[in-house]
């Protein structure tokens, strides 16, 4: 924070004292005309016009340096006479008078982006987390943002700083991990209101990272883990029933039809010695109950295809 205020500093003392191009060409034409005309004068000319020469011109280049003044198209310009608000430059090329008008203050209209953080900021569960976001504002009131904070860009960061610690300390860890959306709208309406009387609006916040301690990390995984699995044993259960009750409706179905019972229990049958190498046993009471006399025979047969299927 403390490296990105000094960048901002340094940023508006290079806006206040910066010169255009046209200006610094000038001034170097004015200055050729100037020395090139005390050479060519001397020894023709008294000193004394001479240096009265080589003054004038410097001294209209001099004013063309300091007067002529342009700003970007993205750019709004304050200009102050006698330390008194006279109006807002640019964009384009503007005249100021040097000395009686100033342009302390050169006003971005472009959208700003500003990181910032809340670090060990405890929530109201008193856990503390790390919160990273990004901030987009834009000025809307050059005016208003030269004249009524002495540095907008500073007071946004720590208006935005302080929101995120304000809101973290009013909110549980669990809405703040599943609820970024509504933090982020949430912040952006305390920041805006914090910053409109400054000129300044904000577009949106959104948070990028929530670092959270590791040991209560690893105690949230083994908590969902568990709670997975016990969901897993619940979704087994009701499958347990869900056959169960199959199986009672099954057998409603077979309690007053034998038949359909015998031939179900055939199938079966069939079905174990179709595996190869299987070996069912059957009771005799079964084989008496469903008068299957041939299946003696069926699994003489079913071992006699075995070794022909094992040969091939």
């Known amino acids: 924070m403390n490296t990105r205020l000094f960048k901002s500093f340094v940023q508006n003392k290079k806006e206040d004292q910066h010169i255009p191009a046209i200006a610094g060409t000038l001034f170097g034409v004015f200055l050729v005309i100037a020395i090139t ?4 004068g001397d020894g023709r000319f008294r000193d004394a016009v001479l240096g009265i020469w080589v003054i004038a011109w410097l001294s209209i280049g001099s004013y063309f340096l300091f007067a002529i003044k342009v700003a970007s198209q993205w750019e709004k310009v304050v200009v102050l006479r006698l330390g008194k608000f006279l109006g807002l430059k ?3 090329l503007f005249w100021i008078v040097p000395i009686i008008e100033t342009a302390p203050t050169w006003i971005d209209h472009r959208v700003m982006v500003s990181p910032f953080a809340a670090q060990k900021t405890l929530t109201k569960d008193t856990v503390p987390v790390d919160v990273d976001a990004v901030l987009f504002w834009v000025v809307w009131d050059a005016e208003k943002a030269a004249l009524e904070v ?3 860009r500073a007071a946004v960061d720590w208006a935005a700083q302080t929101a995120l610690r304000d809101i973290i300390g009013k909110k ?3 809405d703040i991990l599943v609820g970024r959306s509504a933090i982020d709208k949430e912040l952006q309406a305390v920041i805006d209101e914090r910053t409109t009387p400054w000129g300044v609006t ?3 916040v959104e ?4 670092v959270i301690p590791q040991d209560l990390e690893d105690a949230m995984s083994r908590q969902a883990q568990a709670e997975r699995e016990r969901q897993a044993r619940v979704i087994l259960g009701e499958s347990e029933k869900q056959i169960a009750d199959s199986f009672a409706e099954a057998s409603k179905a077979y309690q007053n039809n034998p038949t359909a019972l015998h031939l179900r229990a055939m199938n079966m049958l069939f079905e174990g ?3 190869k190498g299987a070996l069912v046993i059957v009771p005799s009471s079964a084989v008496d109950t469903m008068n299957l006399g041939g299946i003696s025979g069926m699994v003489s047969m079913a071992q006699n295809n075995l070794p022909k299927e094992n040969k091939s």
């Open 202 to 204: 904000v577009q949106s």
């Open 273 to 275: 010695l179709k595996e």
């Open 172 to 174: 549980m860890l669990a």
């Open 90 to 92: 640019g964009p384009g």
């Open 37 to 40: 005309g005390a050479i060519l």
């Open 207 to 210: 948070i990028r990272d929530i």
């Open 150 to 152: 002495e540095d907008y």
